[in-house]
């Protein structure tokens, strides 16, 4: 396209934006709800699922055997337990490992500890402690130790996961959903922007036709506007998004202080290394199908 | 340039609007169309234009057949033709000169040559010096000799106006109908459909005259009678 028919098309793009404001006006901002809606649904899903994965990594199953279980049935259980995907990694923690830990911790190496002599209190306490890699799988993992032979006991971190999990769940079918009808709007209400403005328009679109224009050319103000209208229906919520996200971040930590050691949240830069992108392309592609759509069915050369 | 063989359009039931026709103009002829209304002369321009399809028969305009032309060519073919109507069909919102380039800027003319072109044509149909009012600000004649140059910019080979002097008062018609002359002096094949009986039977043209989509008469140096 030469500089001067680009530069003609770009100016009909405008002139049809200012000529219908209103109409405009009420696609952008339909589109920049339902980008700021997806913008919200990302950030927390991709902060619960982070938290879950810290969680994944910190809090462990613990495996406690049945009484006079010997190392050798200890590591049997252990092997089996291997073989299970899910599990990142473990530690295997025996009885005199358990006192020693024990002694240290509440008893400061001090001499109370003495008065048991080698009398292990904690002669029952052999553990592996394991690790996982995907948190929704804790469940069936239990189920199969707990299966196991001379398993007495499995410790699991159930709430935790549970509740993240189905926090994650729940936010998504309804983001989704939302953002979905939220979609279809937007190009419903784009394309209608641009039908008004074809039809505003009818008489100089047919004067270009008299003219010898191409159907692509008599297209392209209106592909122009769709695109414009998408790009600021993105970058709109972007923005916004943008200044909300570290305010909601540092609210929930002062709100909440006792979250403060436990949860950590993804840095605004990292999130918006995808929202950004993401943003830009739902924007552009709701207002190029919006165009497309009204085109199509009004601008039948 | 112009050929209709037995050319037939009917929209729908009833008399058609064109009831096979045989026309055939040559290279830098000057024709009036003239006949009642509701006789087939817009209809006429429109086949002309591919704007419709004829219902049978075939249509040659400038070498090319138009029935079965494929759609991507029409935009081409049309740019050939210039075309004014009685309503003058300006844009409202520009000035005269963006009202011609506008014609330019459609064929992606660079600017180098808009520039040139625009004010040349301007010049030509008389309008030197108004290029910066707009349409409301012209009288009638004025606004048709702004329709003029855009469909004259593209330097079309035919120039088909469809009543053009139909809005205006006898003196400006008269104007208006020697700048079209003028225009048909310098090679374009000219087809001017027109009510206007004085200048038809002052200008001594070759004339078609129209009822009920028949052609009545064609005859050079034609007067327009009572059908
Ligand atoms: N789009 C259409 N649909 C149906 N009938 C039409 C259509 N356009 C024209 N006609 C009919 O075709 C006939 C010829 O119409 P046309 O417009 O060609 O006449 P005309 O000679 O230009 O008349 P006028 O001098 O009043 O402009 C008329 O009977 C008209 O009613
Ligand atoms: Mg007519």
Redesign the interface.
């Known amino acids: 396209?030469?500089?001067?028919?680009l530069w003609?098309t770009l100016k009909s793009g405008f002139k049809n934006i200012r000529r219908n404001w209103m109409f405009s006006a009420a696609s952008v901002l339909t589109m920049a709800a339902c980008i700021f809606l997806f913008g919200i649904f990302y950030s927390i899903v991709n902060n619960v699922s982070y938290l879950t994965r810290r969680l994944e990594e910190e809090v462990p199953i613990t495996v406690f055997f049945v009484e006079g279980a010997t190392p050798d049935q200890m590591s049997e259980v252990g092997k089996q337990i291997e073989t299970r995907p899910e599990v990142a990694r473990m530690e295997f923690e025996s009885a005199d490992e358990a006192w020693e830990k024990m002694k240290e911790d509440y008893f400061g190496g001090s001499s109370l500890a003495e008065g048991f002599k080698d009398d292990n209190p904690l002669i029952n306490s052999s553990n592996y402690r394991i690790y996982l890699n995907d948190i929704t799988k804790q469940n069936a993992l239990v189920s199969f130790i707990e299966g196991l032979d001379y398993v007495r006991e499995v410790n699991q971190s159930e709430q935790a996961a549970n509740t993240l999990g189905n926090i994650n769940r729940i936010v998504s079918y309804v983001s989704i959903s939302l953002i979905v009808i939220l979609l279809l709007i937007s190009i419903f209400l784009i394309s209608n922007t641009i039908s008004v403005g074809i039809a505003v328009r009818s008489?100089?679109i047919?004067?270009?036709?008299?003219?010898?224009?191409?159907?692509h050319?008599v297209r392209a103000p209106f592909v122009l506007e769709g695109i414009l209208l998408g790009l600021v229906g993105a970058a709109i919520p972007l923005v916004v998004l943008y200044l909300v996200y570290n305010r909601a971040v540092s609210y929930i930590l002062t709100r909440f202080s006792v979250l403060n050691n436990v949860v950590e949240f993804i840095p605004v830069t990292a999130i918006f290394r995808t929202l950004i992108p993401v943003g830009l392309v739902l924007g552009l592609g709701i207002g190029l199908f919006g165009s497309f759509f009204s085109t199509r069915k009004h601008l039948q050369? | 340039m112009i050929d209709l063989i037995d050319v037939t359009k009917s929209y729908g039931k009833g008399l058609p609007a064109l009831n096979h026709a045989n026309i055939h103009v040559d290279k830098g002829e000057f024709v009036f169309v003239v006949g009642s209304s509701g006789s087939g002369k817009s209809t006429l321009i429109k086949l002309l234009?591919k704007e419709i399809d004829s219902t049978s028969g075939k249509i040659i305009v400038s070498g090319e057949q138009l029935e079965g032309m494929k759609?991507?060519r029409?935009?081409?073919?049309?740019?050939k033709?210039g075309?004014v109507f009685q309503d003058f069909?300006l844009?409202r919102d520009r000035n005269v000169y963006e009202n011609v380039a506008?014609?330019q800027?459609?064929?992606?003319?660079?600017?180098r040559v808009?520039k040139k072109r625009v004010p040349e044509v301007l010049t030509e149909v008389g309008l030197a010096g108004k290029y910066k009012s707009m349409p409301d600000e012209l009288s009638g004649g004025e606004q048709q000799r702004v329709a003029l140059a855009?469909a004259l910019v593209?330097r079309p080979e035919i120039l088909l106006a469809d009543e053009p002097t139909g809005n205006l008062d006898p003196k400006t018609s008269v104007e208006i109908m020697k700048l079209i002359e003028q225009i048909n002096n310098r090679g374009t094949t000219v087809l001017v459909v027109t009510h206007n009986r004085e200048i038809v039977n002052y200008m001594r043209k070759r004339v078609i005259m129209m009822n009920q989509g028949v052609i009545l008469s064609d005859e050079r140096e034609g007067g327009y009678r009572e059908a």
């Open positions: 396209m030469r500089p001067s028919t003609f008489e100089e047919g004067i270009m036709k008299y003219i010898g224009a191409t159907d050319f050369v | 234009l759609h991507a029409i935009p081409k073919f049309r740019r033709l075309v069909r844009l506008f014609a800027h459609v064929l992606n003319r660079p600017n808009i855009r593209n």
